[in-house]
Every structure is written in structure tokens, then in C-alpha cells.
């Protein structure tokens, strides 16, 4: 479902729209796919509007070293609520870790999500979810990572977005060069001129103290094996 809750989201003050500031449910259907499961089925938004199902974790993350309000509203470089649509089957996620046993939490799931999350609710579902977990020594990471079959991504909230596009996209810097060796300047061009590069804006919720989630994306396929 999605729905509506009176005074969140970007319009529900609006005075072009104001049936968007009254409490609203939307049900989307979820169908079974090939597997027996929603994890590769339908979404019927209603009658002709239909999309695959792609389900993620909205909030995961370690506890973080001091306190903060991290189940709904903290993010960090601890993780949080990121309600990022890459964080889903087959993805490698890399947070630093604070605790002895990291203290791992996680929540929020969707079954899909659009660019931004602008409205401040996703296609919320239950989840089952099974994770495989160990521990990197040695390694320290300035911020959370994500890792794709085929590419990386460099992850950072804050506000302004611009804050967060240049902070994910001078850490995806640090990751080409330090675990890729790839020289700094090499690095800078290909941001600059590679097709494939891509900035993710995942969520754009300006809800409360929420920062905005971004991700900058680069494709395996111009890599060097890594260190």
C-alpha cells in the first residue's frame, strides 16, 4: 500500500491540490512471480498500470557511536534510513562498525520505490529477510558502500543535495583510487565525462530532521581488480 497522512509530505499544505493533505490508503496489489513469491512479481497499481516488483530494505544499520534518534529519522554513517532501492537481493552493503557485534537493526521495507521517494511514502510491505553477514578487519570506509554485480556505489546523506552529491562523489573518489588504484585524476575525469556514471538521488523526503540519500554509481567494467 501507500497512502496519505495528514501534514506529511511536500503538498500537504496545498492549496492547488488539498485532497493530497487528507488521509488517503492506496492498496497495490502484489502478485507471485516465476518463483512463488512477491520477490519477482507484479505490482497492480490498478487495472492496466502494472510493474515488476522490486523489493529493498528502506532502514538498516549498526548502532551508531553516540546517541541518536536512528530507527526513523537518523541516518548516518552508521546506515539508517536510507530508503535506498539498491539495497536489495544480491547487493553487498559495507558499514563501519562502532560495537562488538555491530548491533545490526533493520526495517521499513518496500516492495517498489520511485526516484526521490518526493511524496515521503514508498510501496510498503512486510518482509522476511535473510542476510549473510561477516566481519572486514583492518578496513576502515569513510562512509556506507554499496556493491552491485556490476558496478559500485558510494552512498551519503545530508542537505542541501548538492552537500550530499559532493560528499558521495568525493568518497567514491577515495574508493577508485585507494582499493582500485586508480589515479586521482583519472578518477575526477571519468565523473566528469563517463557515460555510465551515474548520481542516484534515492530519497528526497523533506520530512523533519531527514537528510536527502544519494549514491554515486560507477561501473565495474572500468576497474582495475581490486586491492
Aim: some cysteine.
Amino acid at each position: 500500500h501507500t497512502c496519505i497522512i495528514p501534514g506529511y509530505g511536500p503538498l500537504a499544505e496545498s492549496k492547488l491540490w488539498p485532497e493530497l493533505g487528507e488521509a488517503y490508503t492506496h492498496i497495490i496489489k502484489h502478485l507471485p512471480g516465476p518463483s512463488g513469491t512477491t520477490r519477482d512479481g507484479k505490482a497492480v497499481y490498478r487495472e492496466g498500470i502494472v510493474w515488476d516488483l522490486s523489493p529493498f530494505i528502506g532502514t538498516i544499520g549498526v548502532t551508531p557511536d553516540f546517541e541518536v534518534e536512528s530507527s526513523l529519522v537518523g541516518q548516518g554513517m552508521w546506515g539508517g534510513n536510507w530508503d535506498c532501492r539498491d539495497m536489495k537481493e544480491g547487493t553487498e552493503l559495507y558499514l563501519p562498525c562502532f560495537h562488538k557485534g555491530a548491533l545490526l537493526y533493520m526495517g521499513d521495507a518496500h516492495a517498489t520505490q520511485g526516484d526521490g521517494e518526493w511524496t515521503g511514502m514508498a510501496n510498503e510491505t512486510k518482509a522476511e529477510v535473510v542476510l549473510n553477514c561477516r566481519v572486514i578487519k583492518n578496513k576502515k570506509i569513510p562512509y556506507p558502500r554499496l556493491e552491485k554485480e556490476e558496478s559500485i556505489i558510494q552512498l551519503y546523506t545530508d542537505k542541501p543535495l548538492e552537500a550530499a552529491v559532493n560528499k558521495a562523489v568525493v568518497n567514491l573518489m577515495k574508493w577508485l583510487v585507494e582499493d582500485y588504484g586508480m589515479a586521482p585524476r583519472d578518477a575526477y575525469f571519468q565523473i566528469g565525462v563517463n557515460p555510465d556514471f551515474r548520481i542516484n538521488v534515492y530519497q528526497m523526503v523533506d520530512v523533519g530532521r531527514l537528510h536527502y540519500t544519494v549514491g554515486a554509481e560507477f561501473p565495474k567494467k572500468y576497474l582495475n581488480k581490486k586491492r
